[in-house]
Structure formats: C-alpha cells, structure tokens
C-alpha cells in the first residue's frame, strides 16, 4: 500500500505540479513586488496622483479603478512570465524526449519485411 503511494508521488507529474506551484508563488510574489513598487505610482499619478489615484466615490464608497487595473497587469506579467519561463522550456525538452524515443525505434528493413509478409499471409484471399 505505501509503495503504490510512493509510486504516485514520484511519478513525475506530481513531482513537476510542486515545483510549478513553487516557482509560480515565487514568481507572483516578484511579480506583486514589481506592480506594487513601479506600476501602482504610475497609475496613481495618471489618475490624478497619490495613493488614491484613479479611485472615485459614490456615497461614501470608494471605487478603487487603480488597483483592479494593478492585478490585472499582475496577472498578465505572471501568466506571461510562466508561459515563457516554464510552458515553453518544458514543450522544447519534451519535444526533444519524444524526438529521441523515435530515433531509437527505428525498424531494420529485414523486419519490416516480414512484417509485410506476415500481414499479406493473414489477409483473406
């Protein structure tokens, strides 16, 4: 029972979905440093300056336009960051894993001879 176990976590994809999640918690922490620190001030001068820039007020509710544009801009940064820091490095390594495992099943001629033998000797006549 605990090997099954064992087996599961060490399959592979379980392994890669952990360390995924850990870079990506890693990246979005950088990521919400970033906006938070250069993108926020940006918006906040464009909207009018200070903390509460591109915000409005409708009967004593604040309608803060500036920071939904900031986690959007978060979200597009990480979601790019992950597409081209992990997403694609791991289709060229798998592509070349596939690549190789083709190579390496390469049929001789004398085999793929008889195979076309034994498939025209199993047809109906």
């Known amino acids: 029972m605990l090997q099954g176990f064992k087996d599961f976590l060490f ?17 979005t922490a950088l990521v919400t440093s970033f906006t938070s620190s250069f993108i926020d001030p940006l918006i906040g001068l464009a909207g009018g300056g200070g903390p509460e820039g591109l915000s409005f007020t409708v009967s004593d509710q604040v ?8 986690a959007v801009i978060t979200f597009v940064i990480t979601a790019a960051a992950v597409y ?15 690549g ?4 390496e099943e ?15 000797l199993q047809r109906p006549i």
Do not use: C, H, Y
Not at 12 to 24: P, Q, S, W
Not at 63 to 70: E, K, L, R
């Open 106 to 120: 390469e049929i001789s001629e004398d085999v793929q001879l008889l195979r076309e033998i034994r498939d025209a």
């Open 63 to 70: 309608f803060t336009v500036g920071a939904f544009i900031t």
């Open 11 to 27: 399959r592979g994809n379980i392994v890669d979905l952990a360390v995924a999640v850990v870079i990506g918690t890693a990246l």
């Open 84 to 98: 081209f820091f992990i997403v694609v490095p791991m289709q060229k390594i798998n592509e070349r894993r596939a």
């Open 100 to 103: 190789g495992a083709e190579e």
